[in-house]
């Protein structure tokens, strides 16, 4: 029988699931957007960096439902980017959307790899 603290754990683990995918679809969808824009929005940098996002995403969305040993350290490193992409989608204005999806994605990976310094 599943504790108070496991099943906590087990809808936060799959909250954070839920955004790193929804994050991953609209930092792809914002790729082919950013194009469309042109101008900064279509600079190598901006495009490489929501890719980059869209694969970290992927990625610590995969470790943490295989349950990984990993998938802790993952998810910090996760927040980093889509912290660093949420920011340059605001900079850049008209990818909101992306800037949500991102930050929502940084907030929760950043509370699950709190267990990385932890060894968990």
Partial sequence: MPTQATTHMDRALRECIDAC???HDQCLADVQRSLTLGGD????AHVVLLLDCARVCATTAALMLTGSRFHRSMCAVCAQVCEGCAQQCEMLGELDDCARACRDCAQRCEQMGLG???GG
């Fill in 21 to 23: 995918h929804r994050c």
């Fill in 41 to 44: 929005h279509a600079a190598p």
């Fill in 116 to 118: 990385a310094a932890e």
